[in-house]
């Protein structure tokens, strides 16, 4: 285990993304996955090879799977129902804490790892590849998110630090000031 307890989704947050649809959320997070494959390239290098695995993500404390194809022209993410397993090469499951802690540095992906907050099933060296990959990159997903989402970044940047402080999840990068440019 992490030196204290990670926190779960909120259970409200958890049943408020039961019922949103599969396709408007696959939609959203492969243009989230596009833009930061663009503006991180660097991702697929350190990949090498194993950006053409498919990665599923199981956060348990979610609805819905996730599905991260890397590699190609037209990397993806794809959520999928709990109901059937999706066809996968490696298999990382964990709470969204967990996950979200390691992208965006406030927890170390080998800590997680070692300790099974983090679970790998299949090809290990590629799980291996993504949290280097993914160290490497520095990555802040809010931010990348409020490029996308550009009119709404104003309000996103209000709701987050209250979002963390209820979540107790890392929702930015924590090692970068407020503000800073990527």
Same mark, same amino acid.
């Given at each position: 285990?992490?030196?204290?307890?990670?926190?779960? +989704?909120? !259970?409200? =947050?958890?049943?408020? &993304?039961?019922?949103?649809? #599969?396709?408007? %959320? @696959?939609? *959203?997070?492969? $243009? /989230?996955?596009?833009?930061?494959?663009?503006?991180?390239?660097? +991702?697929? !290098?350190? =990949?090498?090879?194993? &950006?053409?695995?498919?990665? #599923?993500?199981? %956060? @348990?404390? *979610?609805?819905? $799977? /996730?599905?991260?194809?890397?590699?190609?022209?037209?990397?993806?993410?794809?959520?999928?129902?709990?109901?059937?397993?999706?066809?996968?090469?490696?298999?990382?499951?964990?709470?969204?804490?967990?996950? /979200?802690?390691?992208?965006?540095?406030?927890?170390?992906?080998?800590?997680?790892?070692?300790?099974?907050?983090?679970?790998?099933?299949?090809?290990?060296?590629?799980?291996?590849?993504?949290?280097?990959?993914?160290?490497?990159?520095?990555?802040?997903?809010?931010?990348?998110?409020?490029?996308?989402?550009?009119?709404?970044?104003?309000?996103?940047?209000?709701?987050?630090?209250?979002?963390?402080?209820?979540?107790?999840?890392?929702?930015?990068?924590?090692?970068?000031?407020?503000?800073?440019?990527?």
């Amino acid at each position: 285990m992490t030196e204290k307890p990670l926190p779960h +989704l909120p !259970r409200i =947050l958890a049943l408020a &993304a039961k019922p949103l649809p #599969l396709t408007p %959320l @696959t939609v *959203m997070l492969t $243009l /989230l996955t596009r833009q930061l494959m663009q503006r991180h390239p660097g +991702l697929q !290098r350190r =990949l090498g090879d194993h &950006a053409q695995r498919r990665f #599923l993500l199981d %956060l @348990t404390d *979610m609805p819905f $799977l /996730l599905v991260l194809e890397p590699g190609g022209a037209r990397p993806r993410v794809t959520a999928h129902s709990r109901r059937r397993l999706p066809r996968h090469d490696v298999r990382i499951t964990g709470l969204t804490a967990a996950f /979200l802690g390691m992208v965006h540095g406030s927890l170390d992906g080998d800590a997680l790892f070692f300790s099974r907050d983090l679970v790998v099933e299949g090809d290990t060296g590629a799980a291996v590849a993504l949290r280097n990959a993914i160290d490497d990159a520095e990555l802040d997903l809010s931010a990348e998110l409020a490029i996308i989402a550009k009119p709404l970044a104003p309000l996103l940047a209000h709701l987050l630090p209250a979002t963390e402080r209820i979540t107790g999840l890392a929702l930015h990068r924590m090692d970068r000031p407020e503000g800073a440019a990527l």
